[in-house]
């Protein structure tokens, strides 16, 4: 089985994250780059469909240059090789041109199931999975918190809001999952000194067949017109209870309209 895990670099979660006001994008720049939390997870279900059922484990990267080093820690968890798109005419590009894009480079690459986290903490926008598969024409299983593959036949089970439900889709096919799937290990000394030599195969748009006028931020479907920060926190209100102190939260909750 091949297995394609779709990994982003995003902005440190610990740290204050902004944007930049020359063009309303993430500024990447301004705090240290991780790997997506919650892809950590999906490479982590990813080796252990290769340690179930053989094969490959392929990470695939849109990024700039710099996302290397999110591959590379990928990689020394055990995947065995990696493809990084990596493409100025990127910068500012949204979720459509990215799906479009990561759905291309599958086309490079020999696949049977394409694993992502369900999200990107810089976005929380949940929906490149399903625009991936959507624009691949293929099975989309999304919101997986358990994976279970049988030949040709993968089932997952999708977490909802009452519990979970089977789902179940043939191959080729893109998954996504949540936290509650797996405890990601932690790359060993030898898989980090193995990273080291493993390939990594660099992309450009051109490569793709893209045209670099179809992404980037002023192609966009969606853009950040405008943002401010948010104000100082101001202080709360003390209700001083002397007999009265439940009428002055009642009279507080309806001044804000809560009651």
Request: aromatic share 4%; charged share 25%.
């Amino acid at each position: 089985m091949n297995i394609v895990v779709l990994v982003k670099q995003v902005p440190d979660t610990e740290a204050e994250r902004t944007l930049n006001p020359e063009d309303n994008t993430v500024d990447r720049g301004a705090v240290d780059p991780v790997i997506n939390y919650i892809d950590e997870f999906a490479i982590e279900e990813g080796l252990r469909l290769k340690e179930a059922h053989g094969g490959e484990v392929t990470i695939l990267t849109v990024g700039p240059e710099r996302a290397t080093e999110s591959i590379r820690k990928a990689l020394s968890m055990g995947a065995d090789k990696a493809v990084h798109v990596s493409d100025e005419a990127l910068h500012g590009s949204d979720a459509i041109q990215t799906a479009k894009v990561i759905a291309k480079a599958l086309g490079t690459i020999e696949w049977d199931v394409a694993v992502a986290g369900s999200e990107a903490t810089d976005s929380r926008m949940a929906i490149v999975p399903a625009l991936v598969a959507e624009a691949l024409g293929v099975a989309q299983l999304t919101l997986a918190r358990k994976v279970t593959v049988d030949a040709s036949t993968v089932t997952i089970e999708r977490v909802t809001d009452t519990g979970y439900e089977s789902v179940q889709g043939s191959t080729p096919a893109v998954i996504s999952v949540v936290e509650k799937i797996n405890d990601p290990r932690y790359p060993s000394f030898k898989g980090i000194m193995a990273a080291k030599s493993k390939p990594v195969t660099v992309l450009a748009l051109s490569d793709l067949g893209i045209d670099p006028g179809e992404a980037g931020l002023a192609n966009a479907w969606t853009q950040v017109v405008s943002f401010e920060n948010a104000p100082p926190r101001a202080a709360g209100q003390t209700v001083k209870d002397e007999g009265n102190g439940g009428v002055q939260i009642a009279d507080y909750l309806a001044s804000k309209k809560l009651i």
